[in-house]
């Protein structure tokens, strides 16, 4: 399928002149994929602008991704994002740091944010403000720590069957 | 006096009108060929045991053609899949609802040891809620492994002793699981 | 006709409610599950009912979470292959070969046409096998059994093929990153064109069954709906999406492994509800019956895997004799081979929708990230507003054509 129009240099162009006060940080063209860091307070403004003006209106995934080295840029948020009709996809990230981890929701403009921002919340403990139910998902609500983050570890840490030294641990 | 056979391993002497065998080889027998399972089918291990139902392994014809899905109804409990500590109480439930005889299936890898998912949210084997009888290995086990154990289910049903339930071990051991034996 | 009569009960029952207002009565709970036989999975949904029609509905899942992404990050590459199968169990080749592509877009390694053909009549055989469940299923929720035995006997036949690939019925772990593992032997042909001859008449038998059946269509149409413009806000892909209106298929908008060779059209709905989700399924088998004779007709000559000795395990006759197959196999084994380091997304269209994997390399044996994008899980949110309004037999039908599975559901 053709894009017409919707070129990573053309868009990014774009993006720098519109919101130029900071908003865009840097930009990666991995893979053929334009990915885009900004600021995380503007992330509403630029994906609305993104959905209504540009026609990237199809929200594919929410992520998050936990740096621990990073000193005041701990979590990244990735938001992945295609034109269906421009066959056009972009991607991205606003760094967080672990005191303020905190986000604007995009519930408001995709309602396909919903489950996607309640598995980064309990899977990271990343706060989206203005989120309808922001509560765990997949793992029990009872659980008091958020498995994904790096200093967890992957087993169960109560269980008392499982010798680590033969697991290679 | 008539004479002596044997009809599904159950030593009959056959005359006029009458049958001469044991009372416990007659129930063991009626109640392993006429087993009302209750598929807790959870995951990849359900599919398998969806085919082991179809017409290609067929459990009909060991008597388990009508699946119970109400636990009141239901013999065998047939736990297929990943059992994760958020359903651990649920299966516990289920199992507390079937009235006595009642068995348990252990089908996968998953069902009765955790398999591959040695994890934070995975119950490593449900063998830490609910008694089970017959464990059954592989990922997914191919339909005649899960035969082969419904063929050992069969087994343990034909030769248990009626006396068995109301034993004090058997409800020591099901104390041991906390199930609440008189209740529900 | 019959779509009218249905529309006409559905509005009469509208208005007798709201004009009898003298009617006093309280609303009731109803808990769907998670153990409940209708709901194929384990899904918990609380319903608020006032009598048989459904207001609102609450729901649960994550009972089978099993921890994918972080175990993702404690596996070598090759061995994730063994945790997407049990992503969408019923087409797990389509999981692994999407993995495979995304680790072979990583490195930048070129597979031969061959592979691709392959790879193109595999996942078109894990597709016809997931929307023969799914089919088969709606069939069972509306009474229809007999059309479930017969289907699943066909689907012994694919799982056959996939036992001579590979040597697993369900859990294929089919990939390997490069190519196959083994080419194709005779007794695959012979069988793949066994199949292709016996199996369009059992499917037409079914088809027979159900399509055109009164019973079924008053059962199916507009029950679920779904308008296109709430499908793609809820971001919905795959043949639900498709049976709403929107023609998005990952094979045709970013094709991957020489889809762009083959010749098939993309069967779209109207309504986004259960009869044109029934429907825009059949029709994908068909297409995909047709995409395998078109791969088979011109299958490449070619090895089954392309030359990359740092990923690909070297023919064991080699690791013997030679150093170097002996130092490959040694480090593939142990997992200790260097990925450059990088962050890719890659989709392919599952049987459900757009699967996705967002991984990001840091230069080590295992992921840094693993992300699935999994379509059932993004799709299932819409549960409540397409059920609402209905009544519970409905409700239960329109769960079983969204093909829910709860391997991908809970991840």
Request: a negative charge.
């Given at each position: 399928m053709e894009n017409n129009g919707l070129t990573n240099d053309s868009l990014y162009t774009q993006l720098e002149a519109k919101f130029s006060d900071n908003t865009i940080s840097s930009r990666e063209d991995q893979f053929g994929l334009l990915t885009v860091e900004i600021s995380s307070e503007k992330i509403i403004e630029v994906i609305k602008w993104l959905k209504e003006e540009k026609s990237i209106n199809y929200l594919t995934l929410i992520g998050a991704v936990h740096y621990p080295e990073n000193e005041g840029r701990e979590y990244a948020v990735v938001y992945h994002l295609h034109s269906l009709t421009e066959n056009f996809r972009i991607r991205l990230k606003a760094f967080l740091s672990k005191n303020h981890l905190s986000i604007a929701s995009l519930t408001t403009l995709f309602v396909g944010a919903n489950w996607m921002e309640r598995e980064t919340f309990d899977f990271y403990g990343v706060n989206f403000k203005g989120h309808p139910n922001m509560k765990r998902i997949l793992n029990e609500d009872s659980m008091d720590y958020h498995p994904m983050r790096k200093e967890y570890q992957l087993e169960d840490a109560t269980r008392e069957d499982k010798d680590d030294t033969y697991f290679g641990r | 006096m008539g004479k002596v056979t044997f009809d599904a391993k159950v030593e009959t002497i056959d005359g006029q009108g009458f049958q001469l065998t044991r009372l416990d080889k007659v129930?063991?027998?009626?109640?392993?060929?006429?087993?009302?399972?209750?598929?807790?089918?959870?995951?990849?291990?359900?599919?398998?045991?969806?085919?082991?139902?179809?017409?290609?392994?067929?459990?009909?014809?060991?008597?388990?053609?009508?699946?119970?899905?109400?636990?009141?109804?239901?013999?065998?409990?047939?736990?297929?899949?990943?059992?994760?500590?958020?359903?651990?109480?649920?299966?516990?439930?289920?199992?507390?609802?079937?009235?006595?005889?009642?068995?348990?299936?252990?089908?996968?890898?998953?069902?009765?040891?955790?398999?591959?998912?040695?994890?934070?949210?995975v119950l490593q084997g449900i063998d830490r809620v609910i008694p089970v009888d017959v464990y059954v290995p592989g990922c997914p086990p191919r339909p005649e492994q899960i035969i082969d154990g419904i063929m050992n289910i069969h087994e343990m049903v034909k030769n248990e002793s009626l006396r068995r339930r109301n034993a004090p071990e058997y409800k020591e051991m099901l104390s041991t699981f906390n199930i609440d034996v008189d209740g529900e | 006709m019959s779509n009218e009569v249905n529309k006409d009960l559905r509005e009469d029952y509208e208005i007798d409610r709201l004009s009898n207002e003298t009617i006093d009565g309280d609303l009731a709970t109803l808990n769907l599950g998670p153990t409940h036989p209708a709901t194929h999975g384990i899904f918990e949904n609380i319903l608020t009912i006032d009598g048989e029609k459904i207001l609102d509905a609450v729901q649960t899942v994550g009972y089978i979470h099993?921890?994918?992404?972080?175990?993702?990050?404690?596996?070598?590459?090759?061995?994730?292959?063994?945790?997407?199968?049990?992503?969408?169990?019923?087409?797990?080749?389509?999981?692994?070969?999407?993995?495979?592509?995304?680790?072979?877009?990583?490195?930048?390694?070129?597979?031969?046409?061959?592979?691709?053909?392959?790879?193109?009549?595999?996942?078109?055989?894990?597709?016809?096998?997931?929307?023969?469940?799914?089919?088969?299923?709606?069939?069972?929720?509306?009474?229809?059994?007999?059309?479930?035995?017969?289907?699943?006997?066909?689907?012994?036949?694919?799982?056959?093929?996939?036992?001579?690939?590979?040597?697993?019925?369900?859990?294929?772990?089919?990939?390997?990153?490069g190519g196959f593992e083994r080419d194709f032997n005779e007794t695959f042909y012979?069988?793949?064109?066994?199949?292709?001859?016996?199996?369009?008449?059992?499917?037409?038998?079914?088809?027979?069954?159900?399509?055109?059946?009164?019973?079924?269509?008053?059962?199916?149409?507009?029950?679920?709906?779904?308008?296109?413009?709430?499908?793609?806000?809820?971001?919905?892909?795959?043949?639900?999406?498709?049976?709403?209106?929107?023609?998005?298929?990952?094979?045709?908008?970013?094709?991957?492994?020489?889809?762009?060779?083959?010749?098939?059209?993309?069967?779209?709905?109207?309504?986004?509800?259960?009869?044109?989700?029934?429907?825009?399924?059949?029709?994908?088998?068909?297409?995909?019956?047709?995409?395998?004779?078109?791969?088979?007709?011109?299958?490449?000559?070619?090895?089954?895997?392309?030359?990359?000795?740092?990923?690909?395990?070297?023919?064991?006759?080699?690791?013997?004799?030679?150093?170097?197959?002996?130092?490959?196999?040694?480090?593939?084994?142990?997992?200790?081979?260097?990925?450059?380091?990088?962050?890719?997304?890659?989709?392919?269209?599952?049987?459900?929708?757009?699967?996705?994997?967002?991984?990001?390399s840091d230069g080590g044996r295992s992921p840094y990230r693993l992300q699935f994008r999994r379509p059932c899980f993004i799709y299932y949110q819409a549960y409540p507003e397409m059920i609402k309004g209905q009544t519970i037999s409905d409700a239960v039908l329109t769960l079983s054509s969204l093909n829910v599975i709860a391997g991908e559901l809970d991840a």
């Open positions: - | 129930i063991g027998a009626a109640r392993a060929n006429s087993l009302w399972p209750l598929p807790f089918a959870t995951s990849c291990c359900g599919i398998e045991f969806m085919a082991t139902m179809g017409s290609n392994y067929d459990l009909a014809r060991f008597g388990m053609e009508r699946m119970s899905f109400s636990p009141r109804q239901a013999d065998l409990l047939i736990v297929a899949g990943t059992i994760s500590k958020k359903l651990a109480p649920v299966l516990k439930k289920v199992y507390e609802q079937m009235s006595e005889p009642r068995w348990v299936l252990s089908v996968g890898a998953c069902a009765s040891s955790g398999g591959i998912f040695d994890t934070y949210s | 099993r921890a994918f992404e972080k175990i993702a990050e404690r596996r070598p590459y090759n061995q994730i292959t063994t945790l997407t199968d049990r992503l969408n169990y019923c087409s797990s080749p389509i999981n692994n070969i999407g993995w495979c592509l995304t680790m072979e877009k990583l490195i930048g390694c070129e597979v031969p046409k061959k592979v691709d053909y392959m790879r193109v009549i595999i996942m078109e055989l894990a597709r016809i096998n997931d929307h023969l469940i799914c089919n088969s299923v709606v069939g069972v929720d509306t009474g229809a059994l007999t059309g479930f035995t017969y289907l699943f006997q066909q689907r012994e036949a694919i799982y056959e093929l996939f036992e001579e690939v590979c040597g697993a019925r369900l859990t294929t772990n089919m990939c390997r990153i012979k069988k793949l064109d066994a199949f292709l001859i016996n199996f369009p008449k059992v499917f037409n038998e079914f088809d027979s069954l159900l399509s055109r059946n009164r019973i079924f269509m008053d059962r199916t149409i507009g029950s679920g709906p779904i308008s296109a413009e709430r499908a793609l806000e809820y971001s919905f892909s795959g043949p639900n999406l498709r049976a709403a209106g929107v023609d998005y298929d990952v094979r045709v908008m970013n094709p991957y492994c020489s889809y762009e060779d083959f010749d098939f059209i993309i069967p779209v709905g109207s309504n986004g509800d259960t009869y044109d989700r029934f429907q825009v399924r059949q029709e994908e088998i068909r297409q995909s019956l047709s995409i395998i004779k078109q791969a088979l007709a011109k299958m490449p000559e070619g090895k089954h895997h392309a030359d990359v000795p740092e990923f690909y395990l070297p023919p064991k006759e080699d690791v013997y004799e030679n150093m170097e197959a002996l130092i490959y196999h040694f480090k593939i084994v142990m997992g200790e081979t260097p990925v450059p380091v990088g962050e890719i997304y890659s989709s392919v269209e599952g049987g459900n929708g757009e699967l996705g994997f967002y991984m990001i």
